[in-house]
């Protein structure tokens, strides 16, 4: 089955910097790439996905870049604010081409914001 | 437009019983997918239900069991709870058929067992 390696666990950064969380997939046939962000005591909020067709999509200060070739993913967060501070996890699956496929979740990055 | 809702928000059980615990998709919503999240851990696959069955299942034991109902909204039951149960227990719902994969999460569950 998949296999979903996110890196680092932990990451400080000072505000107004920015922030970058990789992971890598196993599963060639996995095709999208959500990035969660949970607070604490709180639900994963979906924050920006990719599709393997597309290898950059932005929203505002939150980037996602894909290379299916190494089969790696990466999240990009940049000029850091302090509300940015929360755990993020990266997920695969096979996507809708299978119907709905089970999410494969990364382990998880703890991303603090120091003021 | 409501989003993901469950229910209990905490649930404390001892060794042996049973729990079931419950969540409403969003609207327009047809799938619901459970999740446990240990702490500190990301959330595991525990399977999915689409059209009243049970789609798909991740590495969990048959002690964890599960239903959707017509109006979309799903069960999870665990049967003879062990310590290494307690967690958060996340569903996410989703539309079928279409391209959009996209999975939203319910508050979830914190379920203890002592």
């Known amino acids: 089955g998949e296999n979903v390696e996110q890196h680092p666990s932990t990451l400080s950064v000072q505000e107004g910097d920015s922030a970058v969380i990789k992971c890598t997939y196993s599963d060639s046939a996995s095709n999208y790439f959500p990035w969660y962000k949970q607070e604490l005591g709180k639900r994963p909020q979906l924050i920006i996905d990719?599709?393997?067709?597309?290898g950059e999509k932005k929203d505002q200060r939150i980037a996602v870049t894909l290379n299916k070739t190494a089969k790696h993913f990466s999240l990009h967060i940049t000029e850091t604010q302090p509300e940015d501070s929360a755990v993020y996890f990266c997920a695969a699956s096979r996507g809708a081409n299978f119907g709905n496929e089970k999410l494969t979740f990364g382990t998880g990055t703890r991303l603090t914001i120091i003021p | 437009d409501a989003g993901v809702t469950q229910s209990p928000t905490h649930l404390i059980k001892t060794r042996g019983q049973q729990v079931t615990l419950r969540c409403s998709p969003k609207?327009?919503?047809?799938?619901v997918s459970w999740y446990q999240q240990a702490l500190g851990q990301g959330p595991q696959f525990i399977f999915q239900y689409y059209e009243e069955e049970e789609r798909q299942r991740g590495n969990f034991p048959d002690r964890f069991s599960g239903h959707q109902f017509p109006n979309y909204s799903s069960e999870l039951n665990v049967n003879a709870l062990l310590l290494g149960d307690s967690a958060l227990y996340l569903c996410a719902s989703s539309l079928s058929g279409t391209t959009t994969d996209t999975q939203y999460f319910g508050p979830g569950t914190r379920l203890t067992v002592l």
């Open positions: 609207s327009g919503h047809d799938t």
């Open positions: 990719i599709r393997s067709n597309v």
